[in-house]
T-cell receptor, first 115, second 116 residues
Framework: GAVVSQHPSRVICKSGTSVKIECRSL??????MFWYRQFPKKSLMLMAT?????????EQGVEKDKFLINHASLTLSTLTVTSAHPEDSSFYIC???????????FGDGTRLSIL | AQTVTQSQPEMSVQEAETVTLSCTYD???????LFWYKQPPSRQMILVIR??????QNATENRFSVNFQKAAKSFSLKISDSQLGDAAMYFC?????????????FGTGTRLQVTL
């Protein structure tokens, strides 16, 4: 069964609104979670590393104020797309692992569509 | 920074035949992990196989096996007895074994078609 749960699976909203995506580790504690973005027919690009109890580490070119990450507990990280625009439409997917020597488990992803 | 290259955007294989997907990577590290992930149309990311760089023996998982050539920095995936359900995007990925952050670096993917 799934060990990482991501919610919602699909979001359609108007331009200018903010959208929150949740990523939960179901049966293990994750001090670190990862957020990826995937454009159609493209690979996964790491956006940021979510660190429990501290600030997220963003990859070069990713706007911190646009993509807010909060990792308030050992089982939950959230990604908030603020003031969303059509160009933010994409597939967002999170991952986590039990420890750094274990493979990543991925959520099922969130398809975000901004009208 | 590490890079992962998949030079085959698309591959096709007949059912029951064998296909090999290529992957090369670049790193200055001596210890790391390599993965193959499968992404079907549902877009779930499914772990296919994992290789630890310090292990010389090639990893195998049922019909899936790898040819890991550390010196050449090559990590190909062989799928034997291909099935229709194997049709998907396949991503090769690299993960450093140092430090606490275990982020993945992905290749651009290979789309595998399985024909009757």
């Amino acid at each position: 069964g799934a060990v990482v749960s991501q919610h919602p699976s699909r979001v359609i909203c108007k331009s200018g609104t903010s959208v929150k995506i949740e990523c939960r580790s179901l049966d293990f504690q994750a001090t670190t979670m990862f957020w990826y973005r995937q454009f159609p027919k493209k690979s996964l690009m790491l956006m940021a590393t979510s660190n429990e109890g501290s600030k997220a580490t963003y990859e070069q070119g990713v706007e911190k104020d646009k993509f807010l990450i909060n990792h308030a507990s050992l089982t939950l990280s959230t990604l908030t797309v603020t003031s969303a625009h059509p160009e933010d439409s994409s597939f967002y997917i999170c991952s986590a692992n039990r420890d750094s020597n274990q493979p990543q488990h991925f959520g099922d992803g969130t398809r975000l569509s901004i009208l | 920074a590490q890079t992962v290259t998949q030079s085959q955007p698309e591959m096709s294989v007949q059912e029951a035949e064998t296909v090999t997907l290529s992957c090369t990577y670049d790193t200055s590290e001596s210890d790391y992990y390599l993965f193959w992930y499968k992404q079907p149309p549902s877009r779930q990311m499914i772990l296919v196989i994992r290789q630890e760089a310090y292990k010389q023996q090639n990893a195998t998982e049922n019909r899936f096996s790898v040819n890991f050539q550390k010196a050449a920095k090559s990590f190909s995936l062989k799928i034997s007895d291909s099935q229709l359900g194997d049709a998907a995007m396949y991503f090769c990925a690299y993960q450093s074994s140092t430090g606490t952050a275990s982020k993945l670096t992905f290749g651009t993917g290979t789309r595998l078609q399985v024909t009757l």
